[in-house]
């Protein structure tokens, strides 16, 4: 299990700044949060190490892009082996257009989210993922009409 430290509020505003646009040079991230240029830095710096700070990202529009439609996906299976969790991961590893997968608890196993041009184009991959992953026993999409928040920002825990 990894440690958690405590992030203190310098941390936080930091992050908070590059969450908003990670293209900010060290300077104006450090002038936005009150330091000078190394020790702001040294904090960036610090967090990537520790993985606080996973990546830095473009994040792209998708409808500019022509992924319009999100999909979200809630499977069951009949199968919960190792064996069959190494296929069903490949299989979704595979597929671009699954941005997100989580296993759940509950009635649903897993949940995966798409983004796909249409519904055709979510048929496409469904076709894929059934033929690649046996042991479904119910896969049913929802497809968002209406996109009311999306953010990827984390929020500060306390």
Known sequence: MSKIRKID?????ILGVLQGD???SVGA????VGL???PCWR???RMEDEGIIAKRVALLDPVKVGLSTSVFVAIRTTRHDASWLETFASAIDGIDEIVECHRMAGDID???KLRVRDIA?????YQRLIARVPGLSDVTASFSMEEM????ALPHPD
């Open 22 to 24: 990670a293209t900010l």
């Open 121 to 125: 184009d979510y048929d496409r991959i």
């Open 29 to 32: 991230i450090g002038e936005k």
């Open 36 to 38: 000078s240029h190394n």
């Open 9 to 13: 509020p310098i941390d936080w505003a």
């Open 149 to 152: 928040k999306l953010t990827t």
């Open 110 to 112: 897993y949940m995966l």
């Open 43 to 45: 904090r960036i710096r």
